[in-house]
């Protein structure tokens, strides 16, 4: 009998000893499950672990198409992705199609970061879509620079009068470096009226949509000449390419491309937003910066440097009033 009640008792304990065994086992495997789902979900989400609540699910990072789109679309991702660890919220990147459409998607509430702006751009997110003008490049101590009338060497142009009479391309109608300042050069030269002049004084007159594509369209000889920033050829061009162009003028000095932040977000995400971006200035991030559109420093931004260029745009025929 004794022998019998012995018997149970360690069957009753071995029993007792693989139901704590797998519960044990359950447990872990939850607790791994769960841990791999939310990793997974912060990947998906681009988002780091520590979530703040701004009162929006997702910012919506603008790029303009100012260099090589393909180039763009592959670095783009990864400033989304920093902003998004900096933030604690999701970051979703968009190439918009020119340099209009960036400043109707802030309006429109499509986009709650505008990157690269150009000067005419920046002066009217700010007063078309409230906008924030927080930050600006800054290069080699310089924050302001000029438009560039860029020609083959061998083609044998040397000042701006010999432009007459051949193919240029520009950037974008709301270009400051790639459009506006090219054109109050020549008006200011007396070689054009206005924006709609400069058909009379060049044989064709093309946009090809960012100073990239405009330098390449004068090396493979699409163009005579390019009216883009004086910084274009030593960001885009190879040492071999630049050796192959001079410029024959060059206009008044504009302040450099700014970073807008939406006017509709709450201020403390606007000081993230600006704080993030800073952060791009140290070394450890600075290849992000420089990724995008060739960009070193950015300093905090005055708009007022900016709004003047709405008067002069509209002057020169470029904008209406």
Known sequence: M?????????VLILLLLMALVACGSSTT??????????????????????????????????????????????????????????????????VDADYTATVEAMRAGHAHIATNLSPVQAALAN???????????ERNGQSFYHSKFWVLKDSGMETIEDLEGKTVAFNDPLSGSGYLMPVAKLISEGLAED?????????????????ELSLRALIEGTVDVAGVSENGPGVFLTEEEREKITYVAQSDPMPRHAIAVSGELPDELVGKITEAFLKLNEAEYNELLQGLYGWTKVVPADVELYLPLIDKAQNAGILGE
Not at 2 to 10: N, R
Request: charged share 30%.
């Open 195 to 211: 924006a709609d002049d400069l058909h009379n004084f060049f044989s064709q007159v093309y946009f090809a949509g960012g100073t």
């Open 29 to 94: 495997s939850e607790e791994v499950d769960e841990i791999n789902e939310e990793q997974q979900t912060n990947d998906q989400d681009n988002v780091n672990e520590t979530k703040v609540d701004y009162g929006i699910d997702e910012l919506v990072i603008s790029f303009t198409p100012e260099a090589d789109p393909i180039n763009l679309e592959l670095e783009k991702d990864g400033l989304a992705s920093y902003l998004a660890d900096e933030l604690g919220i999701k970051v979703k990147a968009q």
């Open 127 to 137: 007063k078309m879509a409230n906008a924030h003008l927080v930050l600006k490049e």
């Open 2 to 10: 004794k022998d019998k009640v012995k018997g149970l008792l360690i």
